[in-house]
């Protein structure tokens, strides 16, 4: 084992691996490798954000150097902006295509993008979930944490049975995501997601979560109460969660 990693598993049964900032990215890939060594076809929900980044380097080092074969892996989408068509900054589909889709070889042939289009955006949110059941399901979900809990788009107060859906996003989401363009595109004020129940539907879930500012929502999501409060603590109630978490945030862990 390296050095300063701590594996457990908490009495929720999820699986707790906390790493150095440093191994970040490489013990999240590590879980997108063990996949497709289990089943190189696997259906694997890719998400957006800083969180994730470093994994999506990870992978695409690896796939240079010929140690991972992501030529049959099938990728899908846990969530995009409403509205966010064509070449909009914003497009969630935009940046995984460029960060990792793209240079990873993933054509579209291989990727169940989010439907964007406000219009009949209700019936586009069935055919996804009617797509995902065609694909066999999600294989391995992996998902970043929200300052306020969010997984995907669910932001407190989610249902836990909900499944692809229209959503109004919260403040601290909106200013959170701000930094990620520049100031002349208005922020999207409703985002597309799986739901709760779309993502605890997952085979294998993995939480990735680093930094200091994310400790205080780890600890809630881990040990607090499970409920809509802090949607990432429906994760307890199912069974395959690996959570990936850097030193800063594990820091307020007992
Ligand atoms: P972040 O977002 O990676 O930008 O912190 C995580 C999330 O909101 O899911």
């Known amino acids: 084992m390296t050095s300063g990693v701590i594996t457990r598993t ?3 049964g999820i699986h707790l691996r906390v790493v150095p900032a440093s191994e970040f990215g490489s013990a999240a890939a590590d879980l997108v490798q063990t996949m ?3 089943k190189p076809n696997a259906v694997i929900g890719f998400p957006t954000g800083s969180t994730p980044l470093p994994m999506y380097q990870d992978l695409l080092r690896r796939q240079r150097q010929g140690t991972l074969d992501l030529t049959q892996m099938r990728a899908v989408m846990l969530d995009d902006y409403l509205g966010a068509t064509g070449d909009d900054p914003v497009s969630f589909h935009n940046w ?8 990873a070889g ?3 042939d291989r990727l169940l993008r989010m439907p964007t289009d406000p219009e009949g955006i209700e019936e586009a949110c069935q055919q996804y979930e009617e797509r995902l059941q065609r694909l066999g399901g999600v294989d391995l979900q992996l998902l970043g944490l929200g300052l306020n809990g969010h997984i995907g788009f669910n932001e407190p107060g989610a249902a836990v049975d909900s499944r692809t859906h229209v959503v109004p996003l919260t403040a601290t989401t909106t200013v959170a995501n701000a930094a990620y363009w520049d100031s002349s595109r208005k922020v999207p004020e409703e985002g597309v997601t799986m739901g709760v129940g779309t993502i605890l539907g997952a085979r294998a879930i993995g939480l990735l ?10 600890r809630s999501t881990l040990l607090g109460p499970i409920g809509p409060d802090v949607p990432a603590s429906f994760l307890r109630n199912v069974a395959d969660v690996q959570v990936i ?4 945030a594990a820091a307020l862990l007992p």
């Not at 995984?96 to 240079?103: C, G, H, M, Q, V």
């Not at 978490?245 to 800063?248: C, G, L, P």
């Open 245 to 248: 978490a850097d030193q800063e």
């Open 106 to 108: 993933v054509g579209s």
């Open 36 to 38: 497709l060594r289990r």
């Open 96 to 103: 995984l295509k460029r960060e990792f889709f793209d240079p």
């Open 10 to 12: 908490l009495d929720t």
């Open 209 to 218: 979560v680093n930094g200091a500012r994310k400790a205080d929502i780890l």
